[in-house]
């Protein structure tokens, strides 16, 4: 096989998926052309075209941009998690091995016994505890779907994080009623709006620029 052929055969698979059809007009034009040093000028020229169409400046902002997005989204998703997977530890532990455990031993438990340490993290509410988790991975699935650019899975995700933030605010006004509440309540949905927002922000884009098939 020549080298020319070698080349155009390169081409072909570096060039996006999307525009392998362009391949068969190339080596249809390569094999019209009997000077080798014009094929070979020809390939290396189709070589260099492939690689401008895969190395698309816009498609590297596109995915820059969603994993900005993906990274925020994960960073909600460590905001509801870690904290909450913490104490959900230090209630394991009190439960398992009383206040000879490490979480006996925090500063916060001094002088009280294992029943006290223990009821004193229960007033936070089991059900608390688990729908926190819930918005926290609503956000990492958000995150996921994002990269992946599936606007479904990320609907279903907003949608189950959202719908979980108002029943946890809502039993949280119901059982714990302070201003407090009502003063965050807005931070979550906004940030699930704003994570849908860039999602379709996103996926738009992504259809704006991706590369068209090649006109037979």
């Known amino acids: 096989m020549s080298l020319a052929k070698r080349l155009l055969d390169h081409a072909a698979a570096v060039l996006p998926a999307a525009q392998r059809d362009w391949a068969a007009g190339m080596k249809a034009e390569l094999s019209a052309i009997d000077a080798p040093d014009e094929a070979l000028?020809?390939?290396?020229?189709?070589v260099l075209a492939a690689y401008r169409r895969r190395i698309n400046p816009m498609r590297i902002a596109l995915t820059s941009a969603r994993l900005f997005v993906a990274a925020l989204?994960?960073?909600?998703?460590?905001?509801h998690v870690l904290p909450t997977g913490y104490w959900l530890l230090v209630l394991a532990d009190l439960k398992l091995s009383?206040?000879?455990?490490?979480?006996?031993?925090l500063g916060m438990f001094r002088g009280a016994s294992a029943e006290q340490a223990i009821g004193s993290l229960m007033q936070f509410q089991p059900w608390n505890f688990m729908l926190t988790l819930v918005m926290g991975f609503s956000f990492a699935a958000a995150a996921w779907f994002v990269v992946k650019g599936r606007m479904?899975?990320?609907?279903?995700?907003v949608l189950v994080g959202?719908?979980?933030h108002t029943a946890r605010?809502?039993?949280?006004?119901?059982?714990?009623p302070a201003p407090s509440h009502l003063g965050f309540a807005w931070l979550n949905i906004a940030a699930f709006g704003l994570l849908l927002a860039a999602g379709l922000s996103l996926?738009?884009?992504?259809?704006?620029t991706r590369p068209k098939l090649a006109a037979a």
Do not use: I, K, P
């Open 162 to 164: 959202a719908l979980t």
């Open 73 to 79: 989204a994960m960073l909600a998703a460590a905001f």
């Open 41 to 46: 000028a020809f390939a290396a020229g189709c």
């Open 169 to 176: 605010s809502a039993m949280l006004m119901a059982f714990w």
């Open 203 to 208: 996926h738009g884009l992504d259809r704006w």
């Open 152 to 157: 479904r899975g990320l609907f279903v995700a």
């Open 98 to 105: 009383g206040m000879e455990g490490w979480a006996g031993r």
